[in-house]
């Protein structure tokens, strides 16, 4: 019985610390002594204003992530011991215990009721740190709140809580809602991480368009750009480019083809119809003349107004784009569109850029993106993504050049149909 050890004192501890390198134990060990430090703590412990100026987590947030990472003791002090335990959870975590904890993160008022205000709440923190650091979070200009309630309205809120007469956000609700909203689940899940420029959920496409393209004229908000950028990889979010705008260029299908073929990458298309409402697709594939589907998986489509949505490919199918011009059979409309089938698309344009339809489609699990299945759009947007890497290494005296004309004649004859096949 001599040889009998003691119980550790802090078995959580123990358990959380076997989830981290040495190394990483050290890294976590200088962080707590320079943040405790900043608290003016004797190193014992990390203030909250320290935590949150830190790691950049405003608001009603940054206030509920400090409870939880100090383990809900509300004594205002997070140990050692706590961050050790708190980030093995958080991020070391098994998926359902990560989620867990986000979901909880997201109960700003802790009352283990997810309401619609809990999730505004969460909205506007989000917002405060992404796009309007400088501004009182309370004070959300009506463009702001909008664009809140377009990412509020993709929640779904069926959990019935005695004693309320609205409903509550279940856990099976929540991780629905990530899904619609990988931006979001992205910038939850990395709020411990070191807060610098490749922070996940944190990346904001720069938006590039000409002088004569006003900011208002744009469908492409920023947090529009932000939500569409949660499901692409970091080096697709650095920078957009507008290569048409039917209120500049007209809606003409053949100028639309023309404007896009001049770059090689992905395209993110965003369509206003007449409805008011505002949808569109990622396309990672050029858009070419084809007589079928083609393209690949990275293809989504995506809602943005009245609620902002991504559906991403099911793997159903591999009916993800389709570019079709100057085919005179029934069975290959003409114009560009996404899953679905022939006629029947997740999302369709026709050649005469003046009508077009979207029904629900296995291909990317989405419902009908408008307010009926047959659209007639308003405004139409096409933005090239600019990714990093030797595509875009291409040096500037190229452009204009005999052979760059020739290449962009090259893809625009593609486009209708007159080049050689065997290209």
Known sequence: MGNAQSPSPDPPLDAASLAFSKQELEDLRSLFVSLAAQSGSNCKFISQPVFQAHFRV?????????????????????????????????????????????YQLCDVTGDSILGRSDIEAVLKSIHEALFSPESDDNDLSSQHQDILEVFINAAIFSEKVEGLARESMSLADFRSWCSLLPSARKFLGSLLTPPDSGR???????????????????????????????????????EWKLLYHSAVNGL????????????????????????????????????????????????????LYPKASIFRPTGANNNLQWCAVNFSSDSIPNGIGFGGRANHFGLFLSANFDQGHT???????????SKTSKIHPETIECWGVLAK???????????????????????????????????
Request: aromatic content about 12%.
């Open 58 to 102: 405003p608001g009603p947030l940054g206030a509920r992530m400090f409870q939880l990472a100090a383990r809900k003791r509300n004594d205002g002090m997070l140990t050692f011991e706590d961050l050790v335990v708190t980030k093995a959870t958080y991020e070391k975590g098994a998926r359902d215990e990560i989620e867990e904890f986000i």
């Open 200 to 238: 996940p959920g944190y990346q904001v496409p720069c938006l590039q368009h000409p002088e004569n393209v006003s900011s208002d004229m744009l469908l492409l908000w920023k947090e529009y750009a932000w939500h569409i950028g949660g499901a692409l990889s970091q080096n697709e979010v650095e």
């Open 389 to 423: 890497g030797p595509q875009n290494g291409k040096p500037e005296v190229l452009k204009g050049t005999v052979l760059e004309r020739f290449k962009e004649d090259r893809n625009m004859l593609k486009m209708v149909g007159l080049a050689n096949s065997s290209d």
């Open 359 to 369: 029904f629900s489609c296995t291909t990317f699990n989405s419902p009908c993106l």
């Open 252 to 303: 003409s299908f053949s100028t639309f083809l023309g404007n896009i073929s001049n770059g090689d990458g992905p395209t993110v298309l965003i369509i206003k119809d007449t409805e008011g409402y505002v949808y569109g697709g990622y396309a990672s594939q050029p858009w070419e003349r084809q007589s079928d589907f083609y393209g690949d998986m990275k293809s989504f489509l995506f809602q």
